[in-house]
């Protein structure tokens, strides 16, 4: 038995209705929907930790929803495991003419052009009737990552920034309005979601991963704020009884010590 057939046959073992297991036969798409964004999101931290041995357990984990996924929709008869690998394999060798067919491309950033006109007219083949160049962008996304997506799909229709410093140049005029509004709860949380929308697509100009941009920030400030609790606990302070300026001071050490 392959050991892809047998994960197929230990799900359906999972879920049948009689033998299987109680918790697993519960299960629905929108209750096994959650796990499957975490594991995603445990397979990019085993990157970032360059963890070989966590990725190859946590792509299994991933893998396990793929298959979690088809089996429910085998029961419901939409279809299986074998049609998603179909549709896949299919959509690869259609999104690549320059590798399964006659065409070429010069680099990297031109099959990237080439992708999104696929995709855009796949969309349109799909649709029944007048669409956006917005359709299509799931409101699931993490917001970020959703941000980035509609203004690079709103750019391809010509709408965007000539350049970076006019994204900077917007950057400035949002942050004003937010200070602005900083007496107003509603309207700044408002402006700040403009300023963080403006964020993204400043990232987006500069070809920088904003998801990931942020999540190095957060593994940085978390490794001098810990740099910074132990530097409290070797002289016996305690942290939230440091005068502010005194605070400030130890944590601009621990930012010039540790980088």
Not at 64 to 71: F, I, N, T
């Amino acid at each position: 038995m392959s050991t892809m057939r047998q994960l197929l046959d230990i799900m359906a073992r999972l879920r049948d209705p009689r033998s299987g297991c109680p918790w697993d036969i519960e299960q629905n798409f929108r209750t096994i929907a959650p796990y499957t964004i975490e594991e995603a999101y445990e397979v990019a931290d085993a990157i970032d930790r360059q963890d070989m041995d966590a990725l190859r357990d946590e792509l299994g984990d991933l893998l396990l929803q793929v298959v979690y996924h088809a089996r429910m929709a085998e029961e419901a008869g939409a279809f299986d495991f074998l049609e998603v690998v179909a549709g896949i394999s299919d959509k690869m060798i259609r999104r690549h003419p320059h590798v399964f067919g006659d065409e070429e491309v010069a680099d990297a950033e031109s099959q990237t052009r080439a992708w999104e006109r696929l995709k855009a007219a796949e969309r349109s083949a799909e649709s029944h009737s007048a669409s956006s160049v917005l359709d299509h962008i799931t409101n699931g996304l993490p917001a970020m990552v959703r941000a980035e997506k509609l203004g690079r799909r709103a750019a391809s229709a010509g709408f965007d920034w000539p350049d970076t410093r006019g994204v900077v140049d917007k950057l400035r005029e949002e942050l004003a309005e937010l200070e602005a509004d900083l007496a107003d709860d509603q309207r700044l949380a408002e402006e700040v979601g403009d300023l963080l929308f403006t964020v993204v697509n400043l990232c987006r100009h500069r070809k920088i991963d904003a998801d990931r941009a942020l999540r190095d920030a957060n593994i940085k400030f978390e490794r001098r704020f810990r740099a910074l609790e132990a530097r409290c606990a070797a002289t016996g302070q305690v942290m939230s009884e440091i005068d502010p300026a005194q605070l400030e001071e130890l944590w601009q050490t621990v930012k010039i010590e540790g980088s």
